[in-house]
């Protein structure tokens, strides 16, 4: 306690004498007739020159502007993808004053793909971050966003306030909600994740995909151990698969999710039934959505060969899992065979 006392006090002093030391100076010089400067003042410091840009006028003509649009995709074209996001950073910055909203969205667009691709997570979050304050309500845009979020990195927490901010604004946007339910899904905090979801179900009760999300995350519910009533959990989170088959008209997929569900939470011989009623359906590809200015090669590379919508072969993988475990390992072989067996 002495010790700080006499350290505060030798400190005083020395700025005492400083500043009577900085008295001294100013009176000689004024006596001499001399302006007086400070050598801490920095509010006379020299004024800065404005230099203005080259080629200044070059963003203003419409032609320029379709150029270093088709430049940048021509670069996507060819992969290089962080020169064309520099192109695009300094585009943005440089001429928004004269680009027009349309194609600043262009830019946005294409900004926001290849940041995708380049990892450049805070250019790429910031662009699409204005597409869907532009278009709310878009699904496309959603998706974008989506799909960019997994890139981001770093940004997450800047991604976790602008929902917040963005849901406080739009109430009614369905969108966000999921997405936050998605991500309490990811954390396996079930609960929230439910109570998001079924936030999103009140808006939009007729949506196989809402109904989806309310089943699994009630399925999940009923795993933990704080749960009381876990029969009633179960009930209700089949009630909303049940839902989804009504809306979808008993499609694969839906068919898939009830034996899956049934399987998880150990109704096995329901979930045979249903495991058998997905390998007696076959499955037509659809097509893989695109999003805006989408490389199409790099969507579809994973998914090249033909089927890659039908569930079959993973229903016959459960269903050999489950005779397996009963011990019926030669209709768990058969079903491999039959299913599962590669030509």
Known sequence: MLEDRSKASRARKLLQKKAALKEEKKAAALAAGLDWHSDDANDESEEEHFKEPPLVNLLKDEEQ??????????????????????????????????????????????GAQMAYYTMDSKHGFDCIKHIVQQHPYSITAWNCYYKVLPRSGKCY?????????????????????????????????????????????????????????????????????????????????????????????????????????????????LAVSYYEKVLAMKEKDHPIPKLPNENWDHAVENHKKDGYCDLRREAAFNLHLIYKKCGAMDLARQVLKDHCTFD
């Open 157 to 269: 927490s800047r991604h976790c306030k602008f929902l917040r901010f963005f849901r406080s604004k739009h109430k009614d946007c369905i969108p966000p909600i999921v997405i936050s339910g998605h991500q309490f899904t990811v954390l396996s905090h079930h609960q929230d994740a439910a109570r998001e979801y079924l936030e999103a179900y009140k808006l939009l009760p007729e949506n196989p995909l809402i109904n989806l999300c309310v089943g699994t995350a009630l399925i999940n519910l009923t795993l933990g151990h704080r749960l009381q009533n876990k029969h009633q959990c179960i009930a209700q989170g089949l009630a909303f698969l049940y839902n989804s088959l009504r809306l979808c008209e008993n499609s694969q997929e839906a068919l898939y999710n009830i034996g899956r569900a049934c399987h998880h939470v150990g109704l096995v011989t």
């Open 65 to 110: 502007q379709d150029l270093i649009i088709d430049l940048c995709k021509a670069l996507e074209s060819l992969e290089r993808y962080y020169e064309a996001l520099d192109i695009i950073k300094l585009a943005l910055k440089s001429g928004h004053n004269f680009f027009p909203v349309e194609k600043q969205q262009q830019l946005r667009s294409l």
